[in-house]
Nanobody
């Protein structure tokens, strides 16, 4: 079983920055994808950014140029640096990993509990 814990959310003024962290615990054999999603009130959950095992990245058009995705393999942690935040970035941000816990089992999707990001003056 893999547990994901997000942190770093909070209240920030428009134009400000936040760095979200997603730390994993548990037994991990292989990580296929590390991703961030967000869900605003009344809206569907949407992909913000993702990085694959081989380093390919995918960023949502709404955040391109304003975010950076990085990882610390030794700490099993992925970071989402968000700059020039806008009120429309307000949402609960979720960490999602597609990973295997053993070499002989298929991969599963794991989700964190979410961290709130609010952008307001």
């Amino acid at each position: 079983q893999v547990q994901l814990v997000e942190s770093g959310g909070g209240l920030v003024q428009p134009g400000g920055s936040l760095r979200l962290s997603c730390a994993a615990s548990g037994t991990i054999s292989r990580i296929n994808v590390m991703a961030w999603y967000r869900q605003a009130p009344g809206k569907q959950r949407e992909l913000v950014a993702a990085v694959t095992r081989d380093g390919r990245t995918n960023f949502a058009d709404l955040v391109k140029g304003r975010i950076t995705l990085s990882r610390d393999n030794a700490k099993n942690t992925v970071y989402l640096q968000m700059n020039d935040l806008k009120p429309e970035d307000k949402a609960v941000y979720y960490c999602n990993w597609n990973a295997r816990t053993t070499p002989w089992e298929r991969a599963y999707d794991y989700w964190g509990q979410g961290t709130q990001v609010t952008v307001s003056s």
